[in-house]
């Protein structure tokens, strides 16, 4: 099955960690040494940025986004990645960095604890600021924003979710990342309830479009795009939106380990 010249089909990641990591803390990327890395990765992304496949993608991004009805002014981005070694990494975020471009957003931010000084740096040439702390996913919005999150691990939603438990900001949030309806395949009520409970009450509030497959097939498998229509949110129990407590983190949770 096809559409709009995609073939459509049917990586936990440790961002939520418990420690903070500042920009202090020098790494060394695992297939650059430290002194190149910024020339090499900036020109890695900018190839990759005009690349036909990525710009293709992207443009169809932009179409869903359009459909969705909401104007974007800001763009945050969880758990791209080593961006200087690893190349899914390098296709989702030259595909972010085309979408940047075509819908002009005003404000984007990127946080991922493992990013090194040098890949920072690089990030923020081509217009990504780094939030410079782990908020855990846990951003409250004051204006329409697409959260750019591929692969995340389901307790990285949650947060997400968590932060914005009001009809108004979720109406005006999209979320490009794992499809939510597998976690319902996936996982029972009770692990829901445990690890995601967020999620799994809004789990009639939400509509989701699945994402086609990329040109490496691995690069948006089991993606969606999902955004939380006003009607769809009036039409849940009315009570679920006075339960706002804190999400636990389990600190023997791997996800939660840097």
Known sequence: MEENGFKLVTKGHPLCAKRQVTRSTKHTPLFCSENIVDDNLYKRLATLKSDEN???YSEYLKSLIDDSGID????VC???GRVSS????????????????????KQA???DPILTDDEIDVLEKFGLQNIGYNERCRHSIDVSTLFYMPHCSVSMY?????????????????????????YFIRMTDKQLFQKSYYLLKIKDGF???QLPLFIIPNIFNDTALHIFPMDKLQLLDSS????????FIDPNDEEFKI
Do not use: R
């Not at 974007?72 to 763009?75: G, H, S, Y």
């Not at 679920?240 to 999400?247: F, Q, Y």
């Open 54 to 56: 990525c710009l293709k």
């Open 72 to 75: 974007i002014k800001k763009v």
């Open 78 to 80: 969880y758990g791209i």
């Open 86 to 105: 690893d190349l899914t990494a390098q296709y989702q975020l030259s595909v972010l960095l085309c979408l940047m471009e075509i819908i002009k957003v």
């Open 109 to 111: 931010l990127i946080y």
């Open 158 to 182: 949650n947060n997400l979710l968590y932060a914005n438990w009001k009809t108004q900001q979720l109406n005006q949030m999209l979320i490009i990342g794992n499809k939510f309806s597998s």
């Open 207 to 209: 509509v989701e479009t």
């Open 240 to 247: 679920i939106w006075k339960e706002h407590e804190e999400p």
